[in-house]
């Protein structure tokens, strides 16, 4: 039985999962052959967790690692020296919430880490897959109660170093207040979530200095709308959308 899939791609790529359970060094050694004899460039190899005890098979023969998920490994082997292998995710997504009741009060958490003092904008990661949009209004309601309505992108913030050695792109979302009454969902995360007038939490110097100045320069900024433009159907299921000013 051959040994491996095959798929080549359209960068002179070859994309290989296994087929075979335990696929012999001598195997390898044919694939890296294979692929050479038809001037590839690169292998694209993705084992799952429990075909993790394969790891070093594959990483003697010159693969490296390149993208790890929880369940999966994606190892890279360059075939010819040159080759461009583009980098793995460089950056984690977070969004924050900027979020207005009909008082102009602003909407503020405060997490357990936070030693009690202070207050800061609601928010959290990007969720793998999840839009934008759907991130801010689900951390906004996973953390105060509040359910709002994305209306812009109005911040980007960029950070290096983060976790891990990747850098951080932290995204300021305006919402739209659709109910005013603060339920925290999450209280293993967040311990207290209130309305506060801008000037009185901009004068809060236990609060952090960051999420002030987001509060005093980004209210009433228009920033960026969701864009009615439709993408051309992505035959893999990929999700696009378009923020425009």
Same mark, same amino acid.
């Given at each position: 039985m051959e040994p491996f899939n095959i798929h080549y791609d359209l960068f002179n790529g070859a994309q290989v999962s296994l087929r075979a359970p335990d696929p012999s060094t001598m195997a390898v050694d044919q694939l890296i052959e294979r692929l050479s004899a038809a001037h590839k460039q690169l292998a694209w190899l993705t084992l799952s967790i429990e075909q993790a005890h394969l790891i070093d098979r594959f990483t003697e023969r010159g693969f490296v690692f390149h993208l790890c998920q929880e369940q999966q490994l994606t190892l890279v082997l360059r075939i010819q020296a040159n080759a461009y292998a583009p980098f793995a995710p460089t950056? &984690?997504? $977070?969004?924050? $919430?900027?979020v207005f009741n009909a008082a102009g009060e602003?909407?503020?958490?405060?997490d357990r880490m936070m030693r009690a003092q202070g207050f800061k904008l609601p928010g959290g990661y990007v969720d793998m897959g999840e839009p934008i949009q759907q991130a801010a /209004?689900? /951390?906004v309601l996973e953390e105060t109660g509040i359910r709002a309505q994305f209306g812009a992108l109005v911040g980007l913030i960029g950070k290096y170093p983060h976790q891990f050695n990747k850098g951080n792109l932290y995204l300021v979302c305006?919402? &739209? %207040?659709?109910s005013s009454v603060i339920e925290i969902q999450d209280t293993g995360e967040i311990e207290a979530a209130v309305w506060l007038p801008v000037a009185e939490y901009l %004068?809060? &110097? &236990? !609060? !952090?200095?960051f999420h002030r100045h987001l509060v005093a320069s980004l209210t009433g900024d228009t920033g960026l709308t969701p864009n009615a433009f439709e993408f051309d159907p992505d035959p893999r299921g990929t999700r696009e959308i378009l923020l425009s000013p």
């Open positions: 950056h &984690t997504i $977070g969004v924050g $919430g900027l602003v909407l503020l958490v405060r /209004e689900r /951390e305006r919402l &739209t %207040a659709l %004068a809060d &110097t &236990t !609060s !952090s200095r």
